[in-house]
C-alpha cells in the first residue's frame, strides 16, 4: 500500500549560526561549538565526528570525503579533498570479471564474488581523520581533542537505537550478518536488527570506537596513519585479507585543491575540482542557462529541460570521467554557517550503506568499500589502479554573491546528488523560492536512464519526460531512497537560513541560540 501522508520540515532562521545535518544529535553538537564561539569549521569538524557514532551507516572515520570553506570576509573558496585512496598494493587481477568486458555505463560485469563492493578487499585507504583534522587546523579556532569531546560522549553513551534505527539495520541485516565483529556490534543474540526496548530510548554504547577517538585526542590525527592506532588498523586489515599495509597509511596526506567556480546568473557556483559530483553540476548548470524555460520553474516544460540537462551531462561524465559506482551510496553532508557568514559545506561518506560491511576488531570502526567506486573493467577512465583516487559523487557546494558567502548546500545519495542540487540551486536562483519552498517543491532523478519522477509532482511533469525518457512515478520514501537527502544554510538580509530533507526523520538545522538546556 502506497503512503498518503505529507510530510513538511520549518525551515530554520536565526541571526547567529547554523548547522544543517543528517542526524539531530550532530546539529545540536555544532550549534554548541557555534554557541562557545567557534566558527564554521569548528562547529562542521565536531558535527562531522558526532555522525561517525550516531549514524556509522553512511559516514564515520573509516571513511573519506570533500569539504569547502569560504570566508565571510572574501577571498577564494578553498577545497580539501580527503577521499578514499587504493592501496599501493592493489591490482586489477585481484579483482576478476565474471561477466566480460562489455558492460556499459550503468551495466557492469559482476567481480567475482563481488571483491569490490563487501569484505576487507572492498576497502581503500580512509582519508576522514586527516582531511577533518586538517581542515580544524587550517582554518578552526579549537584543538582536535575539543572537537572530538561530543563524539567520544556520544560513543560512551551509545547511539540512540530507535524505530528508524532498527529500520536502517534491518535493511542490511544479511550484509551485517556476514561478519562476527559487525554482527555482534548492530544485531541480537538471535542475528535480528536491535529494536528500542518496550518503547523506551534505547542506546548502543561503542566502547572499542571511544577508545579509539580517546586515543585519537590524545595522540593526534598522524597516530591514525603511523601510530599505534595505524598498527591496529593494518593488523585488522591483514588478519581480513586486506592488502592495505603500513606504507599505505603512513603515505596518506588529504589534499587542498582549487575549487572550481562557474557564474550561474550572477551567483558564483562553487564545487570542489577533480574527481568529484561538482564539475557535473557546473556542466549541468551551463547546460540550463541556455535551455531552461524559467517562467515555467517548477512546471513540467522546465522538468523536461532538468532531465535533458542531468542525462547529457551523465552521457559524457561516465564516457569520459568514469563510473561512480552501481547502486545507491550512503552519505552524510552537513552545511554550517557562522553569525560572521563564514560557510561550510562538508560531505562524508563509507560509500554504500554500512560501507564494506566490516567492523574492525581492535577499533570498533566500519570500513569504506571504496573500490566500488572504481570501474572494474580494463582500460576505461577510473579503472582499478594501485594508489589512486575513485571517481565520486560528493558534490559540496558554496555559492557567492558580491564575493561573499551566500549558500552552503550538498546532498547523500549517490548518483542522485548532483541531479538533485542542480534542481534545488535553480529553485531558489532561478524559480526565486525561498530555501523551504525549494526543498519541499518535488524533484526528478535523471541519473540512471530511465527518469524518476515524485508522485507528487504535477499530473504533466511525467508526460512530458515521458516524450524523451523513459519514466517511473515513484514516491519520496525513507526506503528505498528514490531522492537524495539534501541540507543547506543560507545567508539572507535579515538572518541566516537553515534547511534539511522534509522526509528523513533524524535531520535537523539547528541554530545556536535556540538550544536546549
Not at 575549487?259 to 549541468?284: K, Q
Not at 547546460?287 to 552521457?315: D, F, H, M, N, Q
Not at 570502526?365 to 559523487?393: Q, S, T, Y
Amino acid at each position: 500500500m502506497m503512503q498518503t501522508w505529507n510530510i513538511k520540515k520549518p525551515a530554520v532562521a536565526s541571526d547567529k549560526g547554523i548547522v544543517a545535518a543528517q542526524h539531530f544529535e550532530a546539529a545540536e553538537a555544532g550549534a554548541r561549538v557555534l554557541a562557545a564561539g567557534g566558527n564554521a569549521m569548528d562547529a562542521a569538524v565536531t558535527a562531522a565526528f558526532v555522525l561517525s557514532i550516531v549514524e556509522p551507516w553512511l559516514s564515520g572515520i573509516g571513511g573519506g570525503g570533500f569539504l569547502l570553506w569560504s570566508d565571510a570576509d572574501g577571498g577564494p573558496v578553498e577545497a580539501l579533498d580527503f577521499n578514499v585512496r587504493s592501496s599501493r598494493n592493489m591490482a586489477p587481477e585481484q579483482y576478476p570479471l565474471i561477466g566480460g568486458n562489455d558492460g556499459d555505463w550503468f551495466d557492469w560485469p559482476a567481480v567475482k564474488d563481488d571483491r569490490n563492493i563487501i569484505g576487507y578487499s572492498s576497502i581503500c585507504v580512509p582519508g576522514s581523520v586527516a582531511g577533518l583534522a586538517e581542515a580544524l587546523e587550517k582554518h578552526g579556532t579549537l584543538g582536535l581533542a575539543e572537537a572530538l569531546q561530543p563524539a567520544i560522549e556520544i560513543a560512551e553513551r551509545g547511539m540512540l537505537v530507535d524505530w528508524f534505527t532498527s529500520l536502517c539495520l534491518a535493511i542490511d541485516q544479511r550484509g551485517l550478518s556476514m561478519f562476527p565483529e559487525t554482527a555482534r556490534l548492530f544485531l541480537d543474540e538471535d542475528g535480528h536488527a536491535l529494536k528500542a526496548k518496550n518503547g523506551a530510548e534505547t542506546y548502543l554504547p561503542m566502547p572499542a570506537k571511544a577508545k579509539l577517538l580517546k586515543r585519537l585526542a590524545k595522540a593526534g590525527a598522524r597516530d591514525f596513519y603511523e601510530g599505534e592506532i595505524a598498527a591496529g588498523l593494518v593488523r585488522d586489515l591483514n588478519a581480513g585479507g586486506s592488502v592495505i599495509d603500513a606504507a599505505d597509511l603512513a603515505d596518506y596526506r588529504p589534499e587542498w585543491i582549487a575549487a572550481r567556480a562557474h557564474d550561474y546568473r550572477g551567483h558564483e557556483v562553487n564545487v570542489a575540482s577533480g574527481l568529484g559530483g561538482g564539475p557535473s553540476l557546473l556542466d549541468t548548470l551551463k547546460r540550463l542557462e541556455t535551455t531552461l524555460p524559467v517562467s515555467a520553474i517548477p512546471g513540467a516544460p522546465a522538468a523536461k529541460a532538468y532531465a535533458r540537462a542531468i542525462r547529457a551531462t551523465y552521457a559524457d561524465r561516465l564516457t569520459h570521467m568514469g563510473h561512480a559506482g552501481e547502486g545507491q551510496d550512503c552519505t552524510s553532508h552537513l552545511s554550517v554557517v557562522d553569525a560572521a557568514g563564514n560557510m561550510v559545506s562538508l560531505t562524508n561518506t563509507l560509500l554504500s550503506r554500512f560501507g564494506s560491511k566490516v567492523v574492525l576488531p581492535e577499533s570498533g570502526m566500519l570500513m569504506n568499500n571504496g573500490m566500488m567506486w572504481f570501474d572494474p573493467r580494463p582500460g576505461v577512465p577510473n579503472r582499478i589502479a594501485p594508489d589512486v583516487k575513485p571517481l565520486a559523487n560528493m558534490a559540496p557546494v558554496i555559492v557567492r554573491k558580491a564575493g561573499r558567502p551566500w549558500m552552503a548546500i550538498g546532498a547523500a545519495g549517490g548518483r542522485q546528488i548532483f541531479p538533485a542540487l542542480a534542481q534545488i540551486l535553480s529553485y531558489v536562483i532561478d524559480g526565486g523560492m525561498d530555501l523551504s519552498a525549494a526543498f519541499h517543491t518535488p524533484r526528478i532523478d535523471a541519473s540512471a536512464p530511465t527518469i524518476a519522477v515524485d508522485r507528487a509532482a504535477d499530473a504533466d511533469v511525467a508526460a512530458a519526460i515521458a516524450e524523451d525518457f523513459s519514466v517511473n512515478l515513484v514516491t519520496n520514501t525513507l526506503h528505498p531512497v528514490n531522492f537524495s537527502i539534501p541540507s543547506a544554510v543560507m545567508a539572507g538580509e535579515d538572518g541566516h537560513v537553515g534547511m534539511v530533507h522534509p522526509v528523513n526523520p533524524w535531520a535537523k538545522a539547528v541554530a545556536e541560540d535556540d538550544l536546549d538546556g
